[in-house]
């Protein structure tokens, strides 16, 4: 998990601690803050799943249980995409860009090459 993955998990397990069921009222807005912490986590999780592991939106979308045209503002709003949204989405082009960007700051792997009956030596 990325720092800031983990920074908004902890805000959601801290907001869904502190609900207050001293009476419904006070239940509904302390639950409505919880839902919002848990959501802005949600939405960090999924753009990390389509950033870093190459899952598809229509994929992100089934396993959040949402429809797969409302990932893309929810992606505009993640730490991690938000860089590459257009008038608050995040677009096929801005989820390569973020892939390619992503693949640049891993370590690159030296892979040597073989030839058969190329030998100069």
């Not at 709003?77 to 973020?98: H, K």
């Amino acid at each position: 998990m990325s720092d800031e993955l983990t920074t908004r998990y902890t805000e959601a397990v801290t907001a869904l601690g502190e609900v207050d069921l001293t009476s419904p009222t006070v239940a509904v807005t302390s639950l409505t803050r919880a839902r919002d912490v848990v959501q802005s986590a949600l939405d960090e999780a999924m753009a990390q799943a389509v950033t870093h592991e190459g899952t598809s939106v229509r994929q992100v979308a089934a396993l959040a249980g949402i429809a797969p045209n409302s990932v893309s503002p929810r992606l505009a709003r993640s730490a991690t995409l938000s860089a590459y949204s257009r008038q608050g989405r995040v677009d096929a082009e801005g989820i390569t860009l973020a892939r390619a960007d992503h693949h640049q700051d891993e370590p690159m792997r030296f892979v040597r090459r073989t030839t058969k009956g190329n030998n100069r030596d």
